[in-house]
């Protein structure tokens, strides 16, 4: 178990943007009326946010960190850290945090990461800047996760399209060695890296044709269901704290039926494990930062939050975060 | 049919709709039935991890030809 906590990092605020194109699972037009009410009751997702074909991720999460600025009344001239969290870059190369970092407008005395995680990649990203801002001292810093995973998606593909859907976010970090330590346990199932893959395109396969997102749902499925719910119970063990102390458990929104197994396996009760699928689906990394603004948005304050993500690697990454004065800006549209 | 199986194939019944469970029984390969799509074996198999705390994979799918070999299965599990 890969157990860890990190010290003297300051939660101090979430904003999230997601396209102005909403899509509804009612209009798919490959299922029967009874087949459709199954598949949405199932999956839980009744509408989705799909980006245009000139909008990528970095777009909606500077949308997001320019409201977060903002709210928080930061000067972004003393923001000294960027990690950028995403599986739909812009390029190729360079990475996205770069571009980012010029176009918010932010120093140049800032230190730029872009990180290749998906499902799990708020809490990846979560555990690498607060180990970096903690390690380094540098006072401010920024975590963007995003994606517009629908652009890997092919319209064809049935099991897909009706699950997946974009967002932008950002969260903002400070140093501060009075804050509560955040813990962390994270795991890797790489035996499993095609379990959800896009086989060509990258320096693999470069000519291949299989430019889109492929996910084998059963296994993935069953990872979900067989190692999320140890990965969680590890982790409370290991801070010595129980599931009573936690407020509110935000995981990732893979789908309904997955997010129902994990709770009662857990034994957790539903006003304590809120869900964003109805109305945004699972966009991919974003799913916990824009569950907590939609869903407790005022009711964070001075809590405790068990944050668990999973999926694509395949990895495993859950966190144990105090809120103090966190700043939960209202979620904006592009 | 004992009644452990008959339970069985009943819950793999109620997984469908009633006209395609009339035509399940414990000689059924769930696989060959019209409604099975990835959607229904995930539904399946989480009906099995909260009835029996058995997790079914992709490859006890494959190798399970009828619901009762399928129900041998989970047992063994």
């Known amino acids: 178990m890969a157990y860890f906590t990190i010290n003297a990092v300051q939660l101090k605020g979430i904003a999230a943007a997601v396209p102005k194109n909403e899509v509804s699972n009612f209009d798919l037009k490959w299922l029967e009326a009874g087949e459709l009410q199954k598949l949405i009751s199932t999956i839980g997702i009744e509408n989705r946010r799909v980006a245009d074909k000139a909008t990528c991720a970095s777009d909606l999460c500077i949308a997001a960190a320019e409201k977060l600025i903002n709210d928080l009344n930061w000067n972004k001239s003393d923001i000294e850290v960027i990690f950028f969290v995403t599986q739909t870059p812009d390029y190729y190369l360079p990475g996205t945090s770069l571009h980012v970092q010029a176009r918010l407008g932010v120093s140049k005395s800032c230190v730029c990461f872009d990180i290749n995680q998906g499902c799990a990649g708020y809490v990846y990203g979560l555990s690498l800047i607060s180990s970096f801002m903690s390690a380094s001292k540098l006072k401010k810093g920024l975590l963007l996760v995003g994606d517009t995973i629908t652009k890997l998606i092919s319209p064809n593909d049935k099991s897909l399209v009706p699950i997946f859907s974009d967002c932008g976010t950002a969260t903002a970090f400070s140093y501060d060695e009075n804050a509560s330590a955040f813990h962390f346990n994270i795991s890797s199932e790489g035996q499993d890296y095609s379990a959800i893959i896009v086989p060509d395109g990258g320096a693999r396969n470069p000519n291949g044709i299989h430019k889109n997102l492929t996910m084998k749902g059963l296994d993935v499925f069953n990872f979900s269901i067989k190692k999320v719910v140890p990965n969680v119970s590890d982790l409370l063990n290991a801070a010595s704290l129980k599931t009573g102390a936690i407020d509110y458990f935000i995981f990732h929104q893979a789908n309904q039926l997955i997010l129902e197994s994990i709770s009662k396996k857990l034994n957790l009760s539903e006003t304590k494990v809120p869900s964003s699928l109805k109305n945004f689906g699972n966009t991919s990394g974003a799913t916990i930062p824009l569950t907590i603004l939609t869903n407790l948005k005022n009711k964070i304050k001075n809590k405790t939050l068990v944050l668990s993500g999973f999926g694509v690697g395949l990895s495993l990454a859950s966190a144990i975060v105090k809120c103090e004065n966190t700043v939960c800006s209202d979620l904006i549209e592009v | ?77």
């Open chain 2, 1 to 77: 049919m004992t009644s452990s199986l008959e339970n069985f194939v009943t819950l793999i019944r109620q997984q469908f709709s009633e006209h395609e469970a009339l035509l399940i029984n414990e000689t059924t390969d769930i696989k060959s039935l019209k409604e099975w799509s990835s959607l229904q074996t995930m539904i399946i198999v989480n009906e099995i991890d909260k009835n029996f705390g058995v997790i079914i994979s992709s490859d006890d799918l494959k190798a399970a030809n009828t619901i009762a070999q399928l129900y041998q299965l989970v047992k063994e599990k």
